[in-house]
Protein backbone atom coordinates (compact mmCIF):
# COMPACT_ATOMS: atom_id res chain seq x y z
CA UNK A 1 0.00 0.00 0.00
CA UNK A 2 2.64 2.37 -0.91
CA UNK A 3 2.53 4.73 -3.78
CA UNK A 4 4.11 3.81 -6.45
CA UNK A 5 5.81 5.77 -9.85
CA UNK A 6 7.73 4.56 -13.03
CA UNK A 7 9.56 6.80 -14.41
CA UNK A 8 11.34 6.03 -17.86
CA UNK A 9 13.30 7.52 -20.22
CA UNK A 10 12.25 8.11 -24.17
CA UNK A 11 11.82 5.17 -26.11
CA UNK A 12 9.92 4.69 -29.17
CA UNK A 13 8.15 1.09 -30.42
CA UNK A 14 9.74 0.49 -33.78
CA UNK A 15 7.01 -2.21 -35.08
CA UNK A 16 3.80 -1.42 -36.61
CA UNK A 17 -0.09 -2.09 -35.68
CA UNK A 18 1.49 -3.47 -32.31
CA UNK A 19 -1.78 -5.51 -31.79
CA UNK A 20 -3.28 -6.46 -35.11
CA UNK A 21 -1.69 -9.14 -36.00
CA UNK A 22 -4.11 -9.50 -39.19
CA UNK A 23 -2.82 -6.44 -40.60
CA UNK A 24 -0.63 -6.94 -43.67
CA UNK A 25 1.94 -5.59 -42.26
CA UNK A 26 2.95 -9.45 -40.30
CA UNK A 27 3.74 -11.67 -42.62
CA UNK A 28 2.05 -14.86 -41.73
CA UNK A 29 3.27 -18.80 -43.04
CA UNK A 30 0.66 -21.66 -42.62
CA UNK A 31 -1.40 -19.29 -39.84
CA UNK A 32 -4.34 -18.09 -39.19
CA UNK A 33 -5.31 -14.87 -36.95
CA UNK A 34 -8.54 -14.50 -35.58
CA UNK A 35 -8.48 -10.70 -34.20
CA UNK A 36 -10.03 -8.95 -31.19
CA UNK A 37 -10.48 -12.31 -29.84
CA UNK A 38 -9.66 -12.89 -25.60
CA UNK A 39 -8.82 -10.09 -23.26
CA UNK A 40 -5.85 -8.64 -23.38
CA UNK A 41 -3.44 -7.60 -20.23
CA UNK A 42 -4.78 -4.07 -20.18
CA UNK A 43 -8.23 -5.31 -19.31
CA UNK A 44 -9.75 -4.81 -23.46
CA UNK A 45 -10.70 -7.15 -25.65
CA UNK A 46 -8.06 -6.93 -28.56
CA UNK A 47 -5.85 -9.79 -28.06
CA UNK A 48 -5.74 -12.00 -30.84
CA UNK A 49 -5.94 -15.98 -31.36
CA UNK A 50 -2.90 -16.99 -33.57
CA UNK A 51 -3.47 -20.69 -35.17
CA UNK A 52 -0.23 -22.35 -36.12
CA UNK A 53 0.55 -24.74 -38.30
CA UNK A 54 3.88 -26.91 -38.07
CA UNK A 55 5.54 -24.73 -36.24
CA UNK A 56 5.11 -21.40 -38.18
CA UNK A 57 3.92 -17.91 -36.82
CA UNK A 58 4.08 -13.99 -37.65
CA UNK A 59 6.66 -11.91 -37.81
CA UNK A 60 7.37 -8.36 -39.36
CA UNK A 61 10.48 -6.81 -40.45
CA UNK A 62 11.76 -3.19 -39.37
CA UNK A 63 15.34 -1.43 -40.51
CA UNK A 64 17.89 -1.57 -37.86
CA UNK A 65 20.93 -0.57 -37.08
CA UNK A 66 23.88 -2.90 -37.56
CA UNK A 67 25.75 -2.41 -33.93
CA UNK A 68 22.94 -1.46 -31.66
CA UNK A 69 21.31 -2.81 -28.91
CA UNK A 70 17.98 -3.63 -29.45
CA UNK A 71 15.32 -5.05 -27.22
CA UNK A 72 12.30 -7.05 -28.62
CA UNK A 73 9.12 -7.94 -26.26
CA UNK A 74 5.58 -9.86 -26.55
CA UNK A 75 2.59 -10.69 -24.56
CA UNK A 76 1.70 -14.08 -25.08
CA UNK A 77 -0.81 -16.48 -23.44
CA UNK A 78 -0.75 -20.52 -24.39
CA UNK A 79 -3.82 -22.52 -25.65
CA UNK A 80 -2.96 -25.68 -26.74
CA UNK A 81 0.68 -24.33 -27.84
CA UNK A 82 2.72 -24.38 -24.66
CA UNK A 83 6.23 -24.06 -25.96
CA UNK A 84 7.14 -20.60 -27.74
CA UNK A 85 10.66 -19.98 -29.90
CA UNK A 86 10.74 -15.76 -29.93
CA UNK A 87 12.55 -15.01 -33.11
CA UNK A 88 14.57 -12.79 -34.95
CA UNK A 89 15.07 -14.46 -38.10
CA UNK A 90 17.02 -12.69 -39.81
CA UNK A 91 20.50 -12.64 -37.87
CA UNK A 92 19.13 -16.14 -35.79
CA UNK A 93 18.43 -14.11 -32.37
CA UNK A 94 16.09 -16.49 -30.47
CA UNK A 95 15.09 -18.15 -27.26
CA UNK A 96 12.62 -20.90 -26.23
CA UNK A 97 10.34 -20.18 -23.48
CA UNK A 98 8.60 -23.40 -21.96
CA UNK A 99 5.14 -22.20 -19.59
CA UNK A 100 4.89 -24.98 -17.61
CA UNK A 101 8.24 -24.69 -16.23
CA UNK A 102 8.49 -20.99 -16.85
CA UNK A 103 12.24 -21.42 -18.19
CA UNK A 104 14.54 -20.57 -20.73
CA UNK A 105 16.44 -23.05 -22.44
CA UNK A 106 18.72 -22.53 -26.26
CA UNK A 107 19.65 -18.85 -25.97
CA UNK A 108 21.00 -17.90 -29.50
CA UNK A 109 23.03 -14.41 -30.10
CA UNK A 110 21.29 -13.04 -27.21
CA UNK A 111 22.50 -10.36 -24.48
CA UNK A 112 20.01 -11.19 -22.35
CA UNK A 113 16.13 -12.63 -21.81
CA UNK A 114 13.68 -13.04 -19.59
CA UNK A 115 9.92 -12.91 -18.38
CA UNK A 116 7.18 -10.97 -16.40
CA UNK A 117 3.99 -12.82 -15.40
CA UNK A 118 1.26 -11.62 -15.44
CA UNK A 119 -2.70 -12.45 -13.68
CA UNK A 120 -4.89 -14.55 -15.99
CA UNK A 121 -2.27 -16.67 -18.14
CA UNK A 122 -0.26 -13.80 -19.37
CA UNK A 123 3.84 -13.28 -19.89
CA UNK A 124 5.69 -10.74 -21.37
CA UNK A 125 9.06 -12.33 -22.51
CA UNK A 126 11.67 -10.02 -23.80
CA UNK A 127 15.09 -10.61 -25.40
CA UNK A 128 18.02 -8.30 -25.78
CA UNK A 129 20.60 -8.41 -28.82
CA UNK A 130 22.92 -6.59 -31.53
CA UNK A 131 21.75 -6.37 -34.51
CA UNK A 132 24.09 -7.48 -37.30
CA UNK A 133 22.33 -6.89 -40.48
CA UNK A 134 20.31 -4.06 -41.20
CA UNK A 135 16.80 -5.54 -40.50
CA UNK A 136 14.99 -7.46 -37.53
CA UNK A 137 12.29 -9.63 -37.44
CA UNK A 138 9.95 -9.76 -34.91
CA UNK A 139 8.37 -13.46 -34.54
CA UNK A 140 6.73 -15.45 -32.16
CA UNK A 141 5.99 -18.88 -33.02
CA UNK A 142 5.59 -22.68 -31.89
CA UNK A 143 8.56 -24.72 -30.91
CA UNK A 144 8.63 -28.60 -30.56
CA UNK A 145 5.16 -28.83 -31.27
CA UNK A 146 4.30 -30.20 -34.73
CA UNK A 147 0.81 -29.98 -36.06
CA UNK A 148 -1.58 -27.61 -36.04
CA UNK A 149 -1.32 -25.06 -32.07
CA UNK A 150 -2.68 -21.93 -30.93
CA UNK A 151 -1.83 -19.08 -28.31
CA UNK A 152 -2.85 -15.57 -28.08
CA UNK A 153 -0.49 -12.52 -28.70
CA UNK A 154 -0.89 -8.80 -28.17
CA UNK A 155 1.55 -6.00 -27.35
CA UNK A 156 4.78 -6.42 -29.94
CA UNK A 157 7.50 -3.76 -29.46
CA UNK A 158 11.23 -3.13 -31.00
CA UNK A 159 13.28 -0.74 -29.36
CA UNK A 160 16.62 0.15 -29.19
CA UNK A 161 18.08 -0.29 -25.40
CA UNK A 162 19.39 -2.86 -23.42
CA UNK A 163 15.97 -3.61 -21.25
CA UNK A 164 12.55 -3.45 -22.39
CA UNK A 165 10.67 -0.32 -21.15
CA UNK A 166 6.72 -0.57 -20.40
CA UNK A 167 4.54 -1.07 -23.75
CA UNK A 168 3.78 1.61 -26.20
CA UNK A 169 1.19 0.82 -28.72
CA UNK A 170 1.46 1.80 -32.00
CA UNK A 171 -0.73 1.43 -35.49
CA UNK A 172 0.41 2.73 -38.83
CA UNK A 173 3.90 3.96 -37.73
CA UNK A 174 6.26 4.43 -35.24
CA UNK A 175 5.43 5.79 -31.76
CA UNK A 176 7.95 7.42 -29.32
CA UNK A 177 7.06 8.21 -25.72
CA UNK A 178 8.63 10.99 -24.01
CA UNK A 179 10.58 11.35 -21.16
CA UNK A 180 8.96 11.06 -18.10
CA UNK A 181 8.85 13.73 -14.96
CA UNK A 182 7.73 13.51 -11.91
CA UNK A 183 7.32 17.12 -10.07
CA UNK A 184 5.54 18.11 -6.63
CA UNK A 185 4.99 21.97 -6.28
CA UNK A 186 6.15 23.56 -3.31
CA UNK A 187 5.05 26.79 -0.98
CA UNK A 188 8.17 29.00 -0.46
CA UNK A 189 9.08 29.11 3.07
CA UNK A 190 7.84 25.35 3.88
CA UNK A 191 10.47 22.99 5.83
CA UNK A 192 10.44 19.99 6.15
CA UNK A 193 11.93 16.28 4.63
CA UNK A 194 11.30 14.94 0.98
CA UNK A 195 12.09 11.42 0.26
CA UNK A 196 12.55 9.30 -2.56
CA UNK A 197 12.93 5.71 -2.79
CA UNK A 198 14.51 4.59 -5.92
CA UNK A 199 14.67 1.72 -7.23
CA UNK A 200 17.40 1.38 -10.61
CA UNK A 201 16.27 -0.51 -13.60
CA UNK A 202 18.67 0.55 -15.87
CA UNK A 203 21.96 2.19 -16.30
CA UNK A 204 22.77 4.48 -19.25
CA UNK A 205 25.69 3.35 -21.30
CA UNK A 206 26.95 6.85 -21.90
CA UNK A 207 29.81 7.69 -20.07
CA UNK A 208 27.96 10.31 -18.54
CA UNK A 209 26.31 11.43 -15.09
CA UNK A 210 22.72 12.02 -15.06
CA UNK A 211 20.68 13.98 -12.61
CA UNK A 212 17.81 12.07 -10.26
CA UNK A 213 16.76 14.76 -8.76
CA UNK A 214 16.01 18.50 -8.73
CA UNK A 215 15.30 21.57 -7.13
CA UNK A 216 14.31 23.94 -9.57
CA UNK A 217 13.52 27.79 -8.80
CA UNK A 218 11.17 30.43 -9.53
CA UNK A 219 10.94 30.16 -13.50
CA UNK A 220 9.60 25.95 -12.68
CA UNK A 221 7.08 27.15 -10.53
CA UNK A 222 9.53 26.09 -7.01
CA UNK A 223 9.51 22.39 -7.88
CA UNK A 224 11.35 19.28 -6.50
CA UNK A 225 11.60 17.47 -9.72
CA UNK A 226 12.53 13.68 -10.40
CA UNK A 227 13.26 12.78 -13.78
CA UNK A 228 15.87 11.22 -16.30
CA UNK A 229 18.03 12.42 -19.23
CA UNK A 230 18.65 11.64 -21.91
Avoid at 45 to 74: C, K, Q, R, W
Wanted: proline share 6%; glycine share 6%.
Amino acid sequence: NVPRCLVESSRTNLLTYSEQFDDASWTKGATTVSANNATAPDGGFTADLITSADEVGVYESIAVTPGAVYTASVFFKKDTCTIYRFRDPSDDHHVVFTVATKTFSSPSNVISYGYQELSNGWFRIWMTYTAVGSFSAHSLRPSSQAGSTSYWQWGAQLEVGSRPSSYIPTLASAVTRPVDVLAHNLTLGNTGTWVVTLSPAEVPSQAATYPLVAIQGVAAVNQIGLFTQP
